[in-house]
T-cell receptor
Framework: NAGVMQNPRHLVRRRGQEARLRCSPV?????VYWYRQLPEEGLKFMVY????????ESGMPKERFSAEFPKEGPSILRIQQVVRGDSAAYFC???????????????FGEGSWLTVV | DQQVKQNSPSLSVQEGRISILNCDYT??????FLWYKKYPAEGPTFLIS?????DKNEDGRFTVFLNKSAKHLSLHIVPSQPGDSAVYFC????????????FGKGTKLSVKP
């Protein structure tokens, strides 16, 4: 977990509210990935972003979920109108620009735990 | 449909002995296989990886074996230490993919002193 910073670490939202999760990648990393871990499950890929671009969003739910990685500032995963099923741990990861993501260059953050009540 | 399967949810081993964690996969287009270690309330930490063109990779106490014909890989930890107690995830990367890791459900390893 070499320097990927996620906040908040824990977030409680009521059904229907919005959740915003932030991720600052390792300094110098331009590739950011978001994963979700539901209880008793493995991590599931959601989206892969580079600065100002969504490269692969094949794992993102079609509605209510969006992600961005602006030129300046952290990457944001936004969940609108949260439901109980959104309760999960959300992990951000980053990798350096030259190597992309071949696993051993992907560094994970400590996660953000979302609880929807 | 699970492309990466870890069929043992838990494993208990005595300190000093070998721990063997298993993983099966279904997709022959996987290019890279990785093992991650995860403590509660923390993010996964990369342990060791293996390319699909190899059958073994070793790093200190950790060795990963890949049997492509059986679509099976295993992680050997020897000797096991109490600090190794954690959840271990097997993950795979599709050829041409970048960062889209496909994870198994994990195996919880307990190493008893």
């Amino acid at each position: 977990n070499a320097g990927v910073m996620q906040n908040p670490r824990h977030l409680v939202r009521r059904r229907g509210q919005e959740a915003r999760l932030r991720c600052s990648p390792v300094k110098g990393h331009s590739h950011v990935y978001w994963y979700r871990q539901l209880p008793e499950e493995g991590l599931k890929f959601m989206v892969y972003l580079q600065k100002e671009n969504i490269i692969d969003e094949s794992g993102m739910p079609k509605e209510r979920f969006s992600a961005e990685f602006p030129k300046e500032g952290p990457s944001i995963l936004r969940i609108q109108q949260v439901v109980r099923g959104d309760s999960a741990a959300y992990f951000c990861a980053s990798s350096p620009p030259s190597k992309g993501g071949t696993g051993n260059t992907i560094y994970f953050g400590e996660g953000s735990w979302l609880t929807v009540v | 449909d699970q492309q990466v399967k870890q069929n043992s949810p838990s494993l208990s081993v005595q300190e000093g002995r070998i721990s063997i964690l298993n993983c099966d996969y279904t997709n022959s287009m996987f290019d890279y296989f990785l093992w991650y270690k995860k403590y509660p309330a923390e993010g996964p930490t990369f342990l060791i990886s293996i390319s699909s063109i190899k059958d073994k990779n070793e790093d200190g106490r950790f060795t990963v074996f890949l049997n492509k014909s059986a679509k099976h890989l295993s992680l050997h930890i020897v000797p096991s230490q109490p600090g190794d107690s954690a959840v271990y995830f097997c993950a795979a990367l599709l050829r041409g993919s970048q960062g889209n890791l496909i994870f198994g459900k994990g195996t919880k390893l307990s190493v008893k002193p």
